[in-house]
């Protein structure tokens, strides 16, 4: 696997990290809070977090992104357990695939992106959520994790 690959895996994994960090710090019933109207509940964005994921996935298995098909299991978002489970499935199914595929091309809206930029989007993608939550904990008032006040300077 080249080192560029290995770096962006590296960076992923310590965001994923940080998600799971915030989402164990949460109480249940913090799940169905919501910061406004069309913004979802905390569970939504961890939900739509791992529903975005899928369609990562799919794209290494096919060589295509596509947003369209999102799973929206609506079920997952008032159970931390659910939700954890759900976010560490999909990732492990994304390592899997980028460990038997490390050379795959992905056609991103007409252009190829090898998996180290495919997984940039997502680390990005992850980042705006965490740009998301930070709003939620703080109308809540919550302490953040010891790993988010590290990394986010929080």
Known sequence: MKPELKQALADWKEIRQLTL???DALLEEQLSFTVGKNMGTLGKQY????DVQICYNQAIKTGKIDFGKLRRDYSLENSKQKL???LQEVNQEMLA?????PEAKID??????????HLRALIEH???HHGELIVYIRTLGMKFPKSWQEWWGL
């Open 47 to 50: 939900r739509h977090i791992g």
């Open 126 to 128: 992850e980042i705006l």
């Open 84 to 86: 954890k489970a759900f």
């Open 108 to 117: 991103w809206f007409g252009e190829k992106w090898d998996l180290k930029h």
């Open 97 to 101: 695939l980028v460990k038997e595929n």
């Open 21 to 23: 960090d915030l989402l």
